[in-house]
């Protein structure tokens, strides 16, 4: 067995698949190829893998090309393609997604009086098709990985075709070609033959097609495409390739528990380290939303979120300048802000922000980082679509701090030392309680604290280890939204 390199290339071929693999890595950064390829290279929470990213365009020919340069390059331990593919089984849904177990290049063949095809077939890796199947075992594998309230798609696994033509007609030669020789394909796309035949030939590293059906190669590709389908499929494709990841281990390493003279109690002992804080004898000192940037006048319900850090080396101003100019770009890596709004920065004695006030829109976000090292985020409520109120939807609200706890503890590496969480809303007068959907289609908001009670604050009075934190990432959403609405629903406790 060839030693580890600890590294995974995720090859794809759209800048919409691209776009939706990078906003699962935490901070990616460009590596260039002497040919002038441009990687990106970044890591997944909770794992040792470095994830590197590759966009290599359309057609097979190319993926050949650059998976063969890739692999030469960084020496992965396994190879992923990931996207989107035109569906051929009708028992294969819109969204969902396909594990290639085998790839065939369907043009291969002789042309006498009939036409004699001479497929060339590629098999997906036994390691990586049998830790897909295990990471989708989970019902909860897509949970955060996907945009909160989408339901995990279904997965299936069959072979895929892949020409060079985009299959888009109900009656067709092609069509004809691939049902009489390919029937059991559920997928058809034109990148995977020359990505797994590169792989194949490079010292057979390990390989694995994911695709997202996003049309059914029918004719109506259009109309699909303009019904959002093409986003949907690649997101969904995207998030099984990182569950998978996330669930392979490195070489010569096995998923198991550590042995013990009592074996009774190692489970709890484990799950407890990963997931239990430590509680504080008092509250860390910290600086609130209002504290660091003046909320503007007509700003409505935000909140905010921040991570302290206990014994933590104060800044200095160089790294705080360095800070800066890294918040805009990751906050726009992770989705925080999006690609088109302007986003304002600013560096004060003490901390320095990024931030966007949109009066417009109602919206109001931002990231921040004082010089005694506390991390600190914030985003307006949504808001329902009848009457613009702002929405506590608890279950929304749980997923939303699991994604910006994961966003603070990439904020600045600081490893050897303890992170204490703590949540607010403010304004909280003016605000309603119920899901996102059911305010869909609900004409009466009815004010929660009836305009009264002011700012709901939980302290910074528990803390995580930072080898252990992210691990601990869905427990310490789960408490804090559980304390939140707790804290909301009964004002005079909201200091405790």
């Given amino acids: 067995m060839r030693p580890s390199s600890g590294k995974i290339i995720i090859f794809t071929a759209l800048p919409l698949e691209y776009r939706a693999v990078r906003t699962l890595v935490v901070g990616p950064q ?17 794992t040792n893998w470095e994830v590197y990213l590759a966009q290599v365009g359309q057609g097979n020919q190319g993926a050949a090309i650059l998976t063969e340069r890739a692999i030469r390059m960084i020496g992965p331990d396994a190879v992923f393609f990931t996207g989107i593919a035109g569906g051929m089984k009708r028992d294969v849904a819109l969204g969902d997604v396909v594990v290639a ?24 890796s036994h ?46 030669a092609l069509q004809n070609l691939l049902d009489e020789h ?57 998030a099984l390739t990182i569950a998978v990841i ?31 804080g430590q509680q504080l004898k008092e509250p860390l000192p910290i600086a609130w939303r209002r504290e660091l940037l003046t909320p503007w006048g007509s700003e409505s ?14 800044l200095s101003m160089r790294q705080m300048n360095q800070l800066k100019d890294d918040l805009v770009p990751l906050g726009r890596s992770a989705l925080f802000f999006t690609a088109t709004e302007e986003v304002s920065s600013l560096i004060g004695d003490d901390f320095t922000a990024a931030y966007v006030r949109d009066a417009r829109q109602g919206r109001s976000c931002g990231l921040a980082i004082t010089r005694s090292g506390q991390r600190s985020c914030w985003e307006s409520l949504p808001r329902s679509s009848h009457m613009f109120m702002p929405v506590l939807d608890p279950e929304f609200t749980q997923a939303r701090i699991a994604d910006l706890l994961q966003l603070l503890v990439r904020l600045h590496d600081v490893p050897q030392t303890r992170f204490a969480p703590a949540l607010a809303i403010d304004p909280a007068e003016v605000l309603t ?64």
């Fill in 301 to 314: 319900a935000t909140m905010e979120l921040h991570l302290l850090l206990e014994n933590s080396p104060r």
């Fill in 182 to 238: 390919y029937n059991g394909v559920a997928a058809v796309e034109t990148e995977g033959a020359g990505f797994s035949g590169a792989a194949s030939m490079a010292d057979d590293v390990p390989a694995l097609v994911i695709r997202g059906i996003s049309d059914r190669a029918d004719g109506s590709k259009q109309q699909t495409d303009t019904g959002g389908f093409q986003l949907i499929a690649a997101a969904n494709a995207a």
């Fill in 127 to 172: 390691r990586l098709e049998q830790t897909a199947r295990f990471a989708v075992l989970d019902p909860q594998w897509a949970e955060a990985l996907l945009p909160a309230g989408r339901e995990a798609p279904e997965v299936h696994f069959k072979p895929i075709a892949a020409g060079e033509v985009v299959v888009n007609a109900q009656a067709s």
């Fill in 30 to 46: 460009r590596v260039d190829h002497e040919a002038g390829t441009i990687f990106e290279v970044g890591r997944l929470p909770g």
């Fill in 433 to 496: 309680v119920m899901s996102l959907d059911s305010a869909k289609n609900s004409n009466s908001f009815p004010l929660a604290r009836g305009g009264r009670g002011g700012p709901v604050q939980i302290l910074p009075d528990e803390a995580w280890d930072a080898a252990t934190i992210e691990g601990a990432v869905p427990s310490i959403a789960e408490e804090l939204a559980l304390k939140l609405m707790h804290c909301f629903r009964n004002p005079r406790d909201h200091q405790r």
């Fill in 101 to 124: 177990t085998q790839v065939f290049a369907y043009h291969g063949g002789k042309q006498e009086e009939t036409f004699k095809t001479r497929p060339v077939t590629w098999s997906a």
């Fill in 246 to 276: 996330k669930s392979l281990t490195l070489p010569g390493t096995v998923k198991t528990e550590q042995t013990s003279k009592r074996p009774e109690t190692v489970g709890t002992s484990v799950v407890a380290s990963a997931v239990a």
